[in-house]
């Protein structure tokens, strides 16, 4: 009997221990997760947009101009091919010809002066990389002007606003 006694005493006492340990609490909450973190705030690239909204404003200005002149060049040349114009006009023809060249190619400066805008940003890869097509275009539109294609380099010139447009789009 005693050792029935020590044996229920030891249990006794090692009860109790157990019984008074730790156990894990389980919170009926689930876990907090963070925050969610604002997203980082758009980079601002206004004054690129507003260098290519300027020279779309450039293209569009001269188009306007381009459809003048070329009415007259084109009348002078179809009266050049007659026989019935003046050296004087044609001469004059020449020159408004080498103008309107001239302001293709002032244009032409103007877009490559914004492809190094545009290089300058390494967010605007895609849109720098897009704007030699209208650099393409607006070469195109000189060499058909250099070889008396009027309407073609008008179509060359619009197509270059549309691209610029694109980019513009890109840009926002």
Avoid: C, H, W
Avoid at 23 to 51: C, F, G, L, N, Y
Avoid at 109 to 132: F, S, T
């Amino acid at each position: 009997m005693k050792r029935a006694f020590v044996a229920i005493l030891a249990l006794l006492l090692v009860l109790p221990i157990t019984g008074l340990a730790q156990k894990k609490k389980r919170s009926s909450t689930p876990a907090r997760k963070p925050a969610p973190t604002a997203p980082p705030p758009a980079p601002d690239t206004r004054m690129e947009a507003t260098q290519v909204a300027d020279t779309i404003k450039s293209l569009s200005r001269f188009i306007f101009l381009y459809g003048k002149i070329v009415n007259g060049l084109e009348v002078a040349e179809e009266q050049n091919k007659k026989g019935r114009v003046a050296p004087r006009v044609i001469e004059q023809n020449v020159e408004n010809k080498n103008g309107v060249i001239n302001g293709i190619g002032g244009l032409k400066a103007q877009v490559d002066k914004l492809g190094q805008v545009l290089q300058a940003n390494p967010r605007l890869q895609v849109p720098y990389i897009n704007l030699a097509g209208v650099t393409q275009k607006i070469t195109e539109a000189q060499d058909l002007v250099r070889n008396n294609q009027y309407d073609d380099a008008g179509r060359s010139l619009v197509t270059a606003i549309e691209r610029l447009t694109d980019i513009l789009m890109q840009i926002k």
